[in-house]
């Protein structure tokens, strides 16, 4: 079993930055793919960022491509997501998750139904 723990998400003015972390526990994550996904009130889960399991490989969705970076540390058992610049459609909560060791493109991250753990999200809040 792999716990998934969200944290770091605040209220940030329009143009700031933040960076929110996800902490593994259960056991170690370095050989999952891991992505980042954020939901918006009334509106489905929509996907941002994956990264390999080496974290040599990342994709991104084209609204957060140039703004976000996603990174790990797998010797902190932790993935983050750091985003600049951000906009007032960045506000959502936003979710971690894993995935199993797979041997495929990273570009299959970025499906919700691909990933085996989920977090309980960080709320992200940005004001204009």
């Known amino acids: 079993q792999v716990q998934l723990v969200e944290s770091g998400g605040r209220l940030v003015q329009a143009g700031g930055s933040l960076r929110v972390s996800c902490e593994a526990s259960?056991?170690?994550?370095?050989?999952?793919?891991m992505g980042w996904f954020r939901q918006a009130p009334g509106t489905e889960r929509e996907f941002v960022a994956a990264i390999s399991s080496s974290g040599s490989t990342t994709y991104y969705a084209d609204s957060v491509k140039g703004r976000f970076t996603i990174s790990r540390d797998n010797a902190k058992n932790t993935v983050y997501l750091e985003m600049n610049n951000l906009k007032s459609e960045d506000t959502a909560e936003y979710f971690c998750?894993?995935?199993?060791?797979?041997?495929?493109?990273?570009?299959?991250?970025?499906?919700?139904?691909?990933?085996?753990?989920w977090g309980q999200g960080t709320q992200v809040t940005v004001s204009s």
């Open positions: 998750a894993a995935r199993t060791p797979i041997y495929d493109s990273v570009c299959v991250l970025q499906y919700s139904y691909t990933y085996d753990y």
């Open positions: 259960g056991r170690t994550i370095s050989s999952y793919g």
